[in-house]
Structure formats: structure tokens, C-alpha cells
């Protein structure tokens, strides 16, 4: 009994000191400015594998030029066609006016061509990693081993293929929501871009870190979790990679990069969840059931 008396406060003050370095962690959290930025270097920090792997990061090139080349095809067949797609959706104009008919059908062209440019836009990292899908494995396990302290297992093909189906239809949703956004009056010219820049960046970090979280047997619903505790993280790196699939050739060049930028971002959100757990360890009162338990 005296013993424990003895104790006591010693416990208390290990306690209060813990609480107190939990309490600086907390006020030490980076802002919101410099989580985006830190997600943003995460892709420029993909680039040093060029340095150790060139190999494996240049056949990681090959899968999004021939998607970009798909693309690039599709847009080009509908662009030559326009004119009948145009006429075939919108049969009522044959009776009008010519000016009131080709006016109708030119605005039926241009909604057309916007709405098959932001499903690409949406959809282009999914196709890309399916198709590409051996490539960026050897990509990702060259930058989980060089990182160390992981064992990469197989991954399913059949499951990854079925995740990324329901992301391809995540982005028709979030291409939907960006149209409807760019249609809004006035303010639709800023807000439609916007909405596209962080819809797809949130989309392509979650297409990108899909592989690593699955190594890890981690779900869909734990993998949510963890990217939800930092958002402006992923979205940082998401849209950073966006924008540079934006420049003519970016995506080829960038893709591979991305790939490695993803496995960082992996782990920092694992390793942050590792230590919020570990300061929830340390707050919790200790000693109580032994001192419960004492007679």
C-alpha cells in the first residue's frame, strides 16, 4: 500500500508529461499550405528512381502512351463525326430554320466533345494502370524494397481489375458532377475547372495508392480512414499529378514517377496512423487496473 502511495505520483507526473508532448504534437501539426505542398513533392520525389531504376521507370512509359494514343484516336473519330452525332441526337431541329437548326446542333456537338474530353480526363489514370498493370507492379515493388522495412506480397490481378472498374465508374460520377459544375451561370467557367482540378486529384490518389494499401490487406473502408486524416496530403499530390498530365506528354513521362509518389504517400499516412495510435497509447491512464486491483 505504501508503495503504491509512493508511486502514485511519480505515475502522475510521467502522465502529465506525456500529456504534454501529445499536446505539442498536436500544436505542431503543419498547416493546410504546407500538407499540399508536401503532397506535391511527394511526385517530384518519385522522379529519384530514374536515378537507381531506369529501366523499370522508362517500360513504365509504355502503358500511358498507348492509352494517351487510344485516347488521342477516340477524339479524333468523334471529332470527324461530329456532325452526324450531332444531327442524330437532335431530330426535332429538322424542321427549323437552317440558322436555328445548325445553331441547336453546333451546341450539340460542343457538349458532345466537352463531355467525352472530361470522362477521358477522369478516366485516363484508371485505364492506364489496368492496362499497364505488370509495368507499374515491377515500378512499385522496385520502390517498396529500395524503401525497406515492407516484404511486398502478390497482389490479385482479378481483384485489383474489380477496384479499378468501381473507380472507373466513381470518375463517370465525378465527370458528371464537373459538367454540371462547368454549366453553372456565371460563375461555371471558374467553377467547373476547379471542381475538375480537386475531384481528380482526390480520384487519382486513390487510383494510385490502391496498390500499396492492398499489399497491406487494407480495405476499402480502412483505406478511407487513413486518407481522410490527411486530405490535404493526398490532395496535394493528386492534384499536382493531375496538372502535369495536363501538359502535352506529361502523363507519359509523369505516370511512372507517380506510381513511386503514391508508395510514399502510403506509407506517410501508415506512419502517421501508427503514431496518433502510439499518443493514444501513451494518454491513457497507467497503472489503473493494477491499482484497482490492490488491496
Known amino acids: 500500500m505504501a508503495r503504491d502511495r509512493a508511486s502514485a505520483p511519480r505515475q502522475r507526473d510521467r502522465r502529465d508529461r506525456r500529456d504534454r508532448r501529445v499536446e505539442r504534437q498536436g500544436r505542431s501539426r503543419?498547416?493546410?499550405?504546407?500538407?499540399?505542398?508536401?503532397?506535391?513533392?511527394?511526385?517530384w520525389r518519385g522522379f529519384g528512381l530514374w536515378r537507381t531504376r531506369p529501366g523499370?521507370?522508362?517500360?513504365?512509359?509504355?502503358?500511358?502512351?498507348?492509352?494517351?494514343?487510344?485516347?488521342?484516336?477516340?477524339v479524333s473519330l468523334l471529332a470527324a463525326n461530329l456532325s452526324g452525332i450531332a444531327a442524330w441526337l437532335t431530330p426535332f431541329a429538322d424542321a427549323w430554320g437552317e440558322a436555328e437548326r445548325e445553331f441547336v446542333r453546333g451546341a450539340a456537338g460542343a457538349i458532345v466533345v466537352v463531355g467525352v474530353l472530361v470522362l477521358a480526363f477522369y478516366t485516363f489514370t484508371t485505364l492506364t494502370l489496368i492496362v499497364g498493370d505488370p509495368f507499374y507492379e515491377r515500378i512499385w515493388r522496385r520502390a517498396e524494397t529500395d524503401l525497406g522495412d515492407f516484404e511486398p506480397a502478390p497482389v490479385g490481378f482479378w481483384r485489383s481489375v474489380g477496384e479499378s472498374v468501381l473507380l472507373v465508374l466513381r470518375a463517370v460520377g465525378y465527370g458528371l458532377l464537373t459538367f454540371a459544375a462547368g454549366l453553372v451561370p456565371v460563375v461555371g467557367s471558374v467553377l467547373g475547372p476547379v471542381t475538375g482540378a480537386l475531384l481528380g486529384g482526390h480520384l487519382l490518389a486513390r487510383e494510385l495508392t490502391q496498390r500499396p494499401f492492398q499489399a497491406r490487406g487494407l480495405r476499402?473502408?480502412?483505406?478511407?480512414?487513413?486518407?481522410?486524416?490527411?486530405?490535404?496530403?493526398?490532395?496535394?499530390?493528386?492534384?499536382?499529378?493531375?496538372?502535369?498530365?495536363?501538359v502535352p506528354g506529361g502523363a507519359i513521362v509523369v505516370m511512372p514517377a507517380a506510381v513511386v509518389g503514391s508508395t510514399l504517400l502510403a506509407r506517410e499516412l501508415l506512419g502517421r496512423a501508427a503514431a496518433r495510435d502510439a499518443a493514444t497509447m501513451t494518454t491513457q491512464p497507467e497503472g489503473g487496473a493494477a491499482s484497482g486491483a490492490s488491496p
Open 30 to 43: 503543419p498547416g493546410v499550405v504546407a500538407e499540399l505542398l508536401g503532397g506535391a513533392r511527394l511526385l
Open 56 to 74: 523499370v521507370m522508362a517500360l513504365g512509359m509504355v502503358p500511358a502512351a498507348i492509352v494517351l494514343a487510344v485516347v488521342v484516336l477516340a
Open 220 to 246: 476499402g473502408d480502412a483505406r478511407r480512414r487513413l486518407l481522410r486524416g490527411s486530405r490535404a496530403r493526398e490532395l496535394g499530390f493528386g492534384v499536382m499529378t493531375q496538372l502535369c498530365f495536363l
